[in-house]
């Protein structure tokens, strides 16, 4: 299991290239949603979300034991991060996207200096193929999620919450594969028991609600929800232990709550935020996080979308 420890050290190893993001308070949305709810705004984070935090403790460390490449299978945010952080440290990345990645989404990894290689349409095609390449080219393979620095990077995000906003009573974070929350757990249950993390995923991708419920790492089918960054089939080995053991509750949330949350943080808040990010903004929308007097900071987690694709989905098109 992480330790505060950990999270600590990731701090000083990253501070350098990320940014202390701020917290968000909108008036008009805490009385329309009826929460004392702010926002920690990780989509204002470098590259557009919190996952270049794990990558810089992750790929700084590889560095450091003489890696002169890094890899990733991940079209999404981790293999933006990846990307720009090997770029930064002077290595190179490789980064190993599906045959149908969005093109949008391989030219933001290519401006980052990553190099694009296609394999396959599922990450179980293209986890061993980064892996493989790693191998052969003495370089390390960064995981997204099931990875001790990537999750201590993560954690940051729980210190620096417990400093800007001391009277917090309840953190709502988005769960994927569970290294965002597992670390934010972690730094909050070290410094702070008395504090609630709580777990969100989209009612179409609940497998840690599932997992937690039958008390073992469960699978799900493939699944569709807008959510893109959350669609991870299953907790994973090292993050299920420490949400099993650490998390207070978990909720679901429906696709059209999704896109109300969204809606409601662009009309209201003038924040673009892409579906995974609005997550946890959707549960305390939907009132299914704490009562009206506590004090909650729901984590915003990214906002790389589209243009095409947020035009569509706050215009309510399918
Ligand atoms: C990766 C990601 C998540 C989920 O993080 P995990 O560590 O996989 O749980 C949530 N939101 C965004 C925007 C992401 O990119």
Same mark, same amino acid.
Request: charged fraction near 20%; proline fraction near 5%; hydrophobic fraction near 45%.
């Given at each position: 299991?992480?330790?505060?420890?950990?999270?600590?050290?990731?701090?000083?190893?990253?501070?350098?290239?990320?940014?202390?993001?701020?917290?968000?308070?909108?008036?008009?949305?805490?009385?329309?949603?009826?929460?004392?709810?702010?926002?920690?705004?990780?989509?204002?984070?470098?590259?557009?979300?919190?996952?270049?935090?794990?990558?810089?403790?992750?790929?700084?460390?590889?560095?450091?034991?003489?890696?002169?490449?890094?890899?990733?299978?991940?079209?999404?945010?981790?293999?933006?991060?990846?990307?720009?952080? $090997?770029?930064?440290?002077?290595? %190179?990345?490789?980064?190993?996207?599906? +045959?149908?990645?969005? /093109?949008? !989404?391989?030219? *933001?990894?290519?401006?980052?200096?990553?190099?694009?290689?296609?394999?396959?349409?599922?990450?179980?095609?293209?986890?061993?193929?980064?892996?493989?390449?790693?191998?052969?080219?003495?370089?390390?393979?960064?995981?997204?999620?099931?990875?001790?620095?990537?999750?201590?990077g993560q954690g940051t995000i729980g210190l620096e919450?417990?400093?800007?906003?001391?009277?917090?009573?309840?953190?709502?974070?988005?769960?994927g594969g569970g290294g965002l929350i597992s670390g934010?757990?972690?730094?909050?249950?070290?410094?702070?028991?008395?504090?609630?993390?709580?777990?969100?995923?989209?009612?179409? $991708?609940?497998?840690?609600?599932? %997992?937690?419920?039958?008390?073992?790492? +469960?699978?799900?089918? /493939?699944? !569709?929800?807008? *959510?893109?960054?959350?669609?991870?089939?299953?907790?994973?080995?090292?993050?299920?232990?420490?949400?099993?053991?650490?998390?207070?509750?978990?909720?679901?949330?429906?696709?059209?709550?999704?896109?109300?949350?969204?809606?409601?943080?662009?009309?209201?808040?003038?924040?673009?935020?892409?579906?995974?990010?609005?997550?946890?903004?959707?549960?305390?929308?939907?009132?299914?996080?704490?009562?009206?007097?506590?004090?909650?900071?729901?984590?915003?987690?990214?906002?790389?979308?589209?243009?095409?694709?947020?035009?569509?989905?706050?215009?309510?098109d399918k």
């Amino acid at each position: 299991m992480v330790k505060l420890e950990k999270i600590e050290q990731a701090r000083t190893v990253i501070q350098e290239v990320i940014h202390e993001t701020p917290i968000l308070r909108v008036r008009s949305l805490e009385e329309s949603w009826k929460r004392k709810v702010c926002f920690k705004a990780e989509h204002l984070q470098k590259t557009g979300s919190f996952k270049i935090r794990g990558a810089t403790n992750a790929v700084t460390h590889a560095v450091t034991q003489g890696a002169e490449l890094v890899t990733a299978a991940s079209s999404g945010n981790h293999g933006q991060a990846v990307a720009y952080i $090997a770029s930064k440290l002077g290595i %190179s990345s490789v980064i190993v996207v599906p +045959t149908d990645a969005s /093109p949008a !989404k391989v030219a *933001a990894i290519e401006a980052y200096g990553g190099h694009v290689e296609y394999c396959g349409t599922t990450s179980a095609e293209r986890i061993p193929r980064a892996q493989l390449l790693a191998e052969e080219q003495g370089g390390v393979y960064i995981p997204p999620y099931d990875h001790e620095d990537v999750i201590a990077g993560q954690g940051t995000i729980g210190l620096e919450i417990l400093e800007q906003v001391p009277d917090v009573e309840i953190i709502a974070v988005p769960i994927g594969g569970g290294g965002l929350i597992s670390g934010i757990v972690t730094a909050v249950k070290a410094k702070r028991p008395d504090v609630l993390v709580v777990g969100v995923e989209p009612s179409l $991708a609940n497998d840690t609600e599932l %997992s937690l419920k039958n008390g073992e790492i +469960t699978a799900i089918d /493939p699944t !569709k929800t807008i *959510a893109d960054g959350l669609r991870t089939s299953q907790p994973g080995d090292l993050t299920f232990p420490i949400v099993a053991k650490l998390l207070d509750d978990l909720v679901t949330v429906e696709e059209h709550e999704i896109i109300q949350a969204m809606r409601d943080l662009a009309v209201r808040a003038k924040q673009l935020v892409e579906p995974s990010g609005a997550v946890a903004a959707a549960a305390v929308m939907a009132g299914k996080i704490g009562a009206p007097e506590q004090k909650i900071v729901a984590v915003i987690s990214g906002g790389n979308i589209d243009l095409a694709r947020l035009a569509s989905l706050l215009a309510g098109d399918k």
